[in-house]
């Protein structure tokens, strides 16, 4: 099956910096990854997602990147905001069973 | 809100016991999915349905045991529950139907705490 790895586990930066969250994958067959954004308490919300005739994808301060070759897939937020503070998700969907997720990243955005 | 509900919102029970949860998916989703989160893990899997059937399982304990109904919500039975179980369960619902663009909606998760 698919199996899902997110870097880095907890990641903090200042208001304004960029951050970046990793994900790589194993199933070559994955064709859809979404990104969840979940924050204290809540439930996860998509925030972005890339299907695999992409190679990025934006949505004002968001993108998503997705290196097909690699197996890798990637969240960049520019100006980080306190608001932007929660834990991020990314996902894969090969195209049988169901979505595998990764673990999650903590970002913390300092005032 | 993602209009998937689920109830109830919290539930504390005692160990030994057996409790329900309840998902209702979103209009036209026929795919419903559940998971647990703990508070040191990620979004464990555990079932899904589509349309009536179980279509895939994950980590999901033989205390456990799930169904989705005619109308489509879907009940998540756990019994004999232990203090490990306390955790967020979340419903999710997809419409499934089986391109890559299949995205799950969550519920708003019940909090079980297990005395």
């Known amino acids: 099956g698919e199996n899902v790895e997110q870097h880095p586990s907890t990641l903090s930066v200042q208001e304004g910096d960029s951050a970046v969250i990793k994900c790589t994958y194993s199933?070559?067959?994955?064709?859809?990854f979404p990104w969840y954004k979940q924050e204290l308490g809540k439930r996860p919300q998509l925030i972005i997602d890339i299907r695999s005739n992409v190679g990025e994808k934006k949505d004002q301060r968001i993108a998503v990147t997705l290196n097909k070759t690699a197996k890798h897939f990637s969240l960049h937020i520019t100006e980080t905001q306190p608001e932007d503070s929660a834990v991020y998700f990314c996902a894969a969907y090969p195209g049988y069973s169901t979505l595998t997720f990764g673990k999650g990243t903590m970002l913390l955005v300092s005032p | 809100d993602s209009g998937v509900t689920q109830t109830p919102k919290h539930l504390i029970t005692a160990t030994g016991q057996r409790v329900t949860l309840r998902c209702s998916p979103r209009?036209?989703?026929?795919?419903v999915y559940w998971y647990q989160q703990s508070l040191d893990q990620g979004l464990q899997f555990l079932i899904q349905y589509y349309n009536g059937e179980e279509r895939a399982k994950g980590n999901i304990l033989e205390r456990f045991s799930a169904q989705q109904f005619p109308d489509l919500h879907s009940e998540l039975n756990l019994s004999s529950l232990e203090l490990g179980d306390s955790a967020l369960y979340f419903c999710?619902?997809?419409?499934?139907?089986?391109?890559?663009?299949?995205?799950?909606?969550f519920g708003p998760g019940t909090r079980l705490t297990v005395l």
């Open positions: 199933d070559s067959a994955s064709n859809y």
């Open positions: 209009s036209g989703d026929l795919s």
């Open positions: 999710a619902s997809s419409q499934d139907s089986g391109h890559p663009s299949d995205t799950q909606y």
